[in-house]
C-alpha cells in the first residue's frame, strides 16, 4: 500500500496529484474515517471489492484535520486555517491508526489531503472532476448521508445527477447507518461515574417519553448510533463496552513511555507512564482492564522502529511505501497471543492519593502490565486498548490501602482479558 501526503495551495488547489496508475482506474471514497468504526469499515470494504470486480486500485482519501474542527477553529479565528501543530484531542483515532486497518482490509493507495478552508470552499463538482480527471477515478464509493464539497451542497443525489449526466465516474451508496439514530448532548463533558463496573449507556432502556426529556434536558442532538460523536460520548461517560460495540475492536490511544515518579516501582506495581501527548481520545478518568501493546523503540524523527508513525514529507516527495510506515510487524505485535501484548490495568488521571503531597496534578495514562516479565519500555511506543471501566478514581488512605486496590485491579483484569 501506498501513502501520499497532499496540501492545497493558498487557492485550494491540490498541485501535485499523483500518478496512482498508468493503466488502472480507481474505486474511491473520501472522509474521516475517525475511529474507523463498523460504518467506515463497511464504506471501505466496498472499496476493496469493488476494485478487486473491476480490476482496479482500492483508494481511500483522508480529509485531515476533521473538517468540523477546521470549521469551528476558522469561525472562532476570522476564517484562519488550523495551525500546523494544533493537537485535535478530540480525534478517536490518529491518521496512522486509521490507515493501519485500512492495510488490513486490502486498501491500495491512501491519500491523506490537508484540509484548509481554501479547499473547503470548492464546489463538489470541481472536486469530483479532480478524482476523475487526475486519480482516474471509475467508481465513488460513499455512505448513505456522505456530503462534499462547499457548504456539504454534494449530498448522494446531486452527486447522483452529476453521475448520469456526465457518465463519467459511478456512484456506489453503502448502507452503513448500521442500528440507525441516537441522541447526544450538544455540548458534553466527560463525567466519572460514581460506580463500579461498567457502566451503561445512559440511554439504554428508556422509554419515548424518557428519552425525549433527557434530550431536552441536555440539548440534544441527532447522530448515527455508529457514527465517532457518539464513540466520543460513550467514551466520557465509562461505556467502553458500547464504544467497542460500535468500533468493532477495543478504542485505543497509542503515546510513547517516558519515566514518571517511580512510585509504581517502589510499591510492587511498575506503570508504564505516557507522554502528555497521545494519539487518540483520551477515555473520562479512571481505572480500566485491558492491553499494553510494545510498538518498539523510537526512531528520533522516523516515528517507531516498525514505522507506526507516518512521517510529514516535502511537497516534493510526499509519496512512501507503507513498508516504511507501519510494517507487518505493527499488526504481528497487536494480535491475539503476541509475545509484545499483555493484559494491563490502566490508571487515568491525576493520581489523588498523591497529589496533595506531590502538588502534581496532571492528567496522566499509567498501564500497569500484569506479567511476571520484568518490562523496560522507556522509549518505546506504546498502544493501550481499554477493554471495560472497573471504577473511578479513588484517594486512598495511605499506600498499603492503594496496594491492595491495585492487586485487585489487577486480578479482576486477568480474569476480564482471560477470554479475550
Not at 493503466?23 to 473520501?30: C, D, Q, S
Not at 466520557?236 to 463496552?241: A, I, L, M, R
Not at 497471543?337 to 493520581?351: C, D, E, F, H, L
Not at 485487585?408 to 486477568?414: G, K, P, R
Request: aromatic letters at 8%.
Amino acid at each position: 500500500m501506498k501513502i501520499t501526503r497532499l496540501t492545497p495551495d493558498d487557492n485550494g488547489l491540490v498541485m501535485d496529484w499523483p500518478t496512482l496508475s498508468s493503466h488502472k482506474r480507481t474505486v474511491l471514497t473520501i472522509g474521516v474515517f475517525d475511529g474507523m468504526h463498523k460504518g467506515h469499515q463497511a464504506v471501505v470494504k466496498r472499496v476493496v471489492e469493488l476494485a478487486k470486480q473491476t480490476d482496479s486500485l482500492a483508494v481511500v482519501m483522508i480529509l485531515d484535520p476533521r473538517p468540523a474542527l477546521v470549521h469551528t477553529y476558522a469561525n472562532e479565528h476570522d476564517d484562519m486555517d488550523l495551525p500546523k501543530d494544533f493537537v485535535d484531542t478530540q480525534a478517536l483515532s490518529s491518521v496512522d491508526q486509521r490507515i493501519r486497518m485500512m492495510r488490513e482490509l486490502g486498501v491500495d493507495n491512501v491519500l491523506v489531503l490537508r484540509y484548509t478552508m481554501a479547499f473547503a470552499a470548492k464546489s463538489f463538482r470541481f472536486f469530483l472532476g479532480q478524482m476523475v480527471g487526475k486519480l482516474g477515478m471509475r467508481t465513488l464509493v460513499l455512505g448513505q448521508d456522505a456530503a462534499l464539497g462547499a457548504n456539504r451542497k454534494g449530498d448522494i443525489k446531486s452527486i447522483q445527477e452529476l453521475s448520469e449526466a456526465t457518465r463519467v465516474f459511478e456512484l456506489d451508496v453503502v448502507d452503513d447507518l448500521g442500528p440507525g439514530y441516537t441522541w447526544v448532548p450538544l455540548h458534553f463533558e466527560p463525567k466519572v461515574p460514581e460506580g463500579t463496573g461498567e457502566q451503561q449507556d445512559p440511554r439504554e432502556g428508556m422509554n419515548k417519553a424518557e428519552l425525549r426529556a433527557w434530550t431536552k434536558k441536555n440539548n440534544c442532538r441527532k447522530v448515527r448510533v455508529w457514527s465517532s460523536t457518539n464513540v466520543r460520548y460513550l467514551l466520557s461517560q465509562g461505556c467502553v463496552k458500547a464504544a467497542a460495540e460500535i468500533l468493532g475492536h477495543d478504542h485505543a490511544v497509542e503515546g510513547t513511555v517516558v519515566h514518571g515518579e517511580q512510585r509504581g516501582r517502589e510499591i510492587g506495581f511498575p506503570t508504564a507512564n505516557l507522554a502528555q501527548m497521545v494519539e487518540g481520545y483520551v477515555p473520562v478518568d479512571g481505572v480500566y482492564a485491558g492491553w499494553l501493546v510494545d510498538l518498539g523503540p523510537i526512531d528520533e524523527g522516523k516515528g517507531s522502529s516498525n514505522g507506526g508513525t507516518l512521517v510529514e514529507k516535502s511537497h516534493a516527495a510526499n509519496v512512501e511505501d507503507a513498508a516504511n510506515l507501519a510494517s507487518p510487524s505493527d499488526e504481528m505485535r497487536m494480535a491475539s497471543g503476541s509475545p509484545w501484548r499483555w493484559p494491563a490495568a490502566i490508571s487515568v488521571g491525576t493520581k489523588p492519593t498523591y497529589s496533595d503531597e506531590t502538588g502534581i496534578d496532571q492528567r496522566v495514562i499509567e498501564p500497569y502490565c500484569v506479567t511476571d516479565d520484568w518490562l523496560e519500555l522507556y522509549g518505546h511506543k506504546v498502544r493501550v486498548e481499554f477493554t471495560q471501566f472497573l471504577r473511578g478514581q479513588v484517594k486512598f488512605k495511605d499506600t498499603e490501602e492503594l496496594k491492595d486496590a491495585l492487586q485487585d485491579y489487577a486480578d479482576q483484569t486477568l480474569e476480564i482479558t482471560a477470554t479475550k
